[in-house]
């Protein structure tokens, strides 16, 4: 008589429980010890596995609870908390690109003033300070820069003997400076600028490139040419947007340029709020969802940049912008569902 085994098989048929039968049981295997097992890392020299953790980082990312919240503009976000605040900044980061080609507030201001009058290596040089340390979110935001500018105010100031000349600074929550990476990042700037003629106008050139460029290429050309040692990818980016806007070259972003290698701090910020927003992790799809939420909720897409920063951020980055109050959200808000 045929017996069955449990998973409705003839049992000597049965992949499984065929070596149950007399005869089929597999020989015996002498124990091991893998390497990484318990065993093997109690045997390990004292303090090894402490030196290995010494470097670990764990970061944890406070979710809202899920309430059936869904948008095809934001896939990857299931709360409806999670989706108005996402609203919230980019109505600000809107209005803040709009302060910069209207009336953009203190450095910013005084940047652009001094583009008006020619002066575009003043100009630019203070742009490019302003990304890389970030207006600060004290009582003066922009008392650092006006700090460094006093003691270095052009390019070529920045030498061996002012290596503590960020040393104590207030930085913004979007600076890239290393604290001990002394003026590193300045002589590199320095470097890079020369390398598109040096002397005068050497910011200009650099920034100018190729005088047929539309914006948009412009844009790209000097993203991937400024990849600095110690200039993350916000700083690059909010440099772009801010002389775009200020109108001291002809820039617009028409991608977020999302990804690329990851910095001595780990993944950019951004890009991992857009990972987590638009719920995948592939740089070329990111772009895409992100120029279709930025179509869809009628704001440019230079705007995501600091939106996604500051919703993945305990408290928002205002960049030296502080309006009044909160830019009305609503039409955003509408377009996301809320």
């Not at 790209?220 to 980016?237: D, I, K, Q, T, V």
Request: with cysteine; glycine share 12%; net charge negative.
């Amino acid at each position: 008589m045929p017996t069955f085994c449990r998973h409705n098989r003839f049992i000597e048929r049965c992949p499984i429980c065929s070596r149950t039968l007399p005869g089929n049981e597999p020989e015996a295997v002498p124990h091991r010890v893998r390497a990484g097992s318990g065993a093997a890392r109690r045997s390990s020299p004292p303090g090894g596995s402490r030196q290995r953790r010494e470097g670990l980082r764990v970061r944890r990312e406070g979710r809202a609870a899920e309430d059936g919240y869904s948008s095809v503009l934001v896939p990857g976000l299931r709360a409806s908390s999670d989706a108005e605040r996402l609203a919230r900044e980019l109505a600000f980061s809107s209005a803040r690109l709009a302060g910069l080609a209207l009336d953009p507030p203190g450095a910013y201001g005084r940047a652009g003033d001094v583009a008006a009058e020619g002066d575009f290596e003043r100009a630019t040089w203070a742009s490019f300070l302003l990304a890389y340390l970030s207006p600060s979110e004290d009582d003066e935001p922009f008392a650092g820069l006006d700090s460094v500018l006093a003691a270095a105010p052009e390019p070529r100031a920045v030498s061996g003997e002012l290596d503590g000349l960020l040393d104590g600074l207030s930085l913004g929550p979007r600076s890239s400076h290393e604290p001990g990476s002394g003026t590193r990042t300045l002589r590199a700037y320095v470097q890079w600028t020369d390398r598109a003629g040096g002397g005068e106008g050497a910011q200009e050139a650099a920034f100018t490139g190729d005088a047929s460029w539309p914006p948009a290429r412009r844009f790209a050309r000097l993203f991937e040419r400024l990849a600095l040692p110690g200039l993350s990818r916000g700083a690059r980016y909010d440099l772009l947007v801010a002389l775009g806007r200020l109108g001291i070259y002809e820039l617009s972003g028409d991608s977020l340029h999302l990804g690329g290698p990851r910095s001595a701090g780990g993944e950019d910020a951004a890009t991992l709020a857009a990972k987590r927003v638009f719920g995948i992790g592939d740089p070329l799809l990111l772009d895409r969802r992100a120029a279709t939420l930025a179509e869809a909720v009628s704001v440019p897409l230079e705007a995501l940049d600091l939106a996604l920063f500051n919703w993945a951020a305990p408290e928002r980055a205002t960049l030296g912008f502080r309006p009044a109050e909160q830019p009305d959200d609503g039409s955003i808000a509408a377009a996301l569902g809320l």
